[in-house]
């Protein structure tokens, strides 16, 4: 069985460096044999005395000084690449802290990615919010599967094995490290990350080779949200989510190794046409799925359907209606019924007979989104929490 390499990247942040190590070392059931803390160039003296007292206490931490600085993104990379060396790494950055019997996760993981080229990466973190648009998300278990596909990237928690990574660097040299291109699948989110960001990097690439991130339904380690990183500036719990700890008996299952025996997501975290189609769901297979509703409508037009917000639709026929507010989105897709228009639901059209409108207007209707996602009162509450933070952040600056 391959033993992943812990990798711990450290700059300047000294707390969440040692919450990180303790939740490690009393979490791992002393099954990891290597923990490497990589040091950049001209890291805070207060990081190395953290790294060096660790080692200290602990035979299994190695310390890597980098000679001059790279930065988040090179640095993050140079890590990862460490695969070559180990076969198999998982890298935590400073600000998780991990569930106990994480390293269960990530021996299973370095198994499955070993052996199936499908899979660049997989992650201990699971996803409960949407950036892309700014929304909840949740993996529902409708296919009873512990796993499911994403075509998103996770800096939290990645583990990536040499096999399938090679690839991504050999890529990554075509393109001289430059991020390549602008392509209607990748969300406007992501577009606008600063260069400074090796997942931006990935996603384009993962995008252009369709390869996939694997997940677990439940999540072996947790974002803190800790302050003074390269793009955490303010503390924040937005990307904190429930651990679950890993143990053997949880872990007794079976992984298929074809894909698309898994649940599969985009690259807009939106459930692909053909998994929904697996649960039943009577849906044209070229159908572009957008329950968020962020979606180009280029995007929305290289599918014959698109299944989208009705505030969306600016004019032409409805093939279907279904009920808005259901949880999970696609619970409505069995009913029907008689739907009110004047009311937010969902509906399928045939893009080139439909005049779809453009994320700038479903912006506009922001408040209806609200109604689902936040019970409307509520959603203006924390808009107005956000507003005032970022507007005291500027005044004492």
């Known amino acids: 069985m391959v033993k992943p390499a812990v990798v711990i990247p450290a700059y ?10 303790d939740s490690v070392i009393k979490n791992d059931q002393k099954r990891i044999e290597k923990i490497i803390i990589s040091l950049d160039g001209g890291y805070e003296p207060k990081v190395g005395e953290i790294a060096k007292f660790f080692s200290n206490i602990d035979s299994r931490v190695e310390i890597i000084y980098q000679p001059h600085n790279l930065g988040l993104r090179d640095h993050l990379l140079k890590c990862l690449g460490l695969c070559s060396v180990y076969e198999c790494v998982v890298v935590l950055e400073d600000d998780l802290i991990v569930s106990p019997g994480f390293f269960n996760l ?10 199936n080229d499908d899979y660049v990466g997989a992650s201990l973190y699971a996803y409960q919010y949407n950036e892309f648009a700014d929304q909840p998300f949740s993996y529902d278990n409708w296919l009873a599967s512990d796993f499911y596909s994403m075509l998103v990237p996770s800096s939290w928690g990645t583990v990536v094995h040499k096999n399938s990574w090679s690839a991504f660097e050999n890529w990554l040299k075509c393109h001289n490290r430059v991020f390549p291109f602008v392509d209607d699948r990748m969300p406007e989110v992501v577009q606008r990350w600063p260069a400074s960001s090796w997942k931006k990097l990935l996603f384009a690439y993962m995008i252009e080779k369709q390869k996939f991130f694997l997940f677990y339904k439940s999540s072996a380690c947790t974002n803190c949200g800790s302050p003074s990183g390269t793009h955490m500036k303010t503390p924040t719990n937005l990307y904190q989510v429930s651990l679950m ?8 299952f079976e992984f298929n190794s074809d894909i698309y025996s898994l649940p599969v997501y985009d690259s807009h975290m939106e459930p692909s046409a053909s998994y929904l189609r697996c649960l039943g769901f009577q849906l044209p297979l070229d159908t572009a799925i957008s329950f968020y509703g962020s979606k180009s409508v280029d995007l929305l037009c290289q599918s014959e359907f698109a299944l989208i917000p009705s505030w969306r639709l600016h004019e032409g026929k409805v093939v279907k209606r279904f009920p808005y507010g259901m949880r999970p989105p696609f619970a409505g897709l069995n009913h029907e019924g008689n739907i009110d228009e004047t009311t937010p639901h969902y509906v399928l059209v045939k893009c080139a007979e439909t005049k779809i409108n453009s994320v700038t207007k479903w912006k506009k209707r922001y408040s209806e989104i609200s109604n689902f996602y936040f019970g409307g009162k509520n959603f203006y509450i924390y808009v107005m929490h956000r507003f005032i933070r970022k507007f005291l952040e500027k005044i004492f600056k």
Not at 12 to 21: A, G, S, V
Not at 106 to 114: I, T
Not at 245 to 252: A, G, K
């Open 245 to 252: 700890p890993i143990l053997n008996d949880v872990l007794e």
């Open 106 to 115: 990530c021996e299973f993981y370095a198994g499955s990615l070993g052996v």
């Open 12 to 21: 300047k942040r000294t707390e969440p460096l040692r919450r990180l190590l």
